[in-house]
């Protein structure tokens, strides 16, 4: 009787570890520049952002967690009126609760999500970041337009 328990479980941990061998799991890394340099890059290496890449993109707009109305108000007229950022060069990253309405408010832009981006305080000096890809890590730095 115990052989036939250790048996099922040896067979049961040998299923778990085949089923969990077969199965791919995404890696992501978000990393941060120094806080108090003037370098405020972020670098990105997301699945997501690799199935939504143009390479026509040259810049980001982060929608931030804590911004007033006025800032989003301002980002989402700049979207919607530049001839700067368009479809074609910009997208977007917001949180998970703000990208139904990014969507309805400025539909045809590709959306990144990213509660943690937008939770940092990267959107102190500008919200808007040029994006530059190299070898499946995303490069956003502070545009000085």
């Known amino acids: 009787m115990e052989k036939r328990g250790i048996l099922a479980t040896f067979v049961l941990l040998c299923a778990i570890i085949w089923c969990c061998s077969s199965c791919h799991f995404d890696n992501a890394t978000i990393t941060f520049g120094e806080e108090n340099s003037s370098n405020k890059e972020i670098i990105l290496i997301h699945p997501d952002l690799d199935s939504m890449w143009k390479p026509t993109y040259q810049y980001a ?3 931030p967690a804590d911004t ?3 800032t989003y108000h301002n980002l989402i007229q700049l979207l919607k009126t530049s001839d700067s950022y368009t479809k074609d060069n910009a997208f977007v990253i917001c949180r998970e609760n703000d990208k139904k ?3 309805e408010i400025v539909p045809g832009y590709s ?3 990213s509660d943690i981006v937008t939770q940092n305080q990267y959107c102190q000096k500008t919200c808007i970041y040029t994006a530059k890809k190299k070898n499946k890590k995303y490069l956003l730095q502070p545009n000085k337009k």
Do not use: D, R
């Open 61 to 63: 707009v982060i929608i």
């Open 68 to 70: 007033t109305l006025s």
């Open 101 to 103: 309405s990014i969507k």
């Open 111 to 113: 959306i990144f999500i």
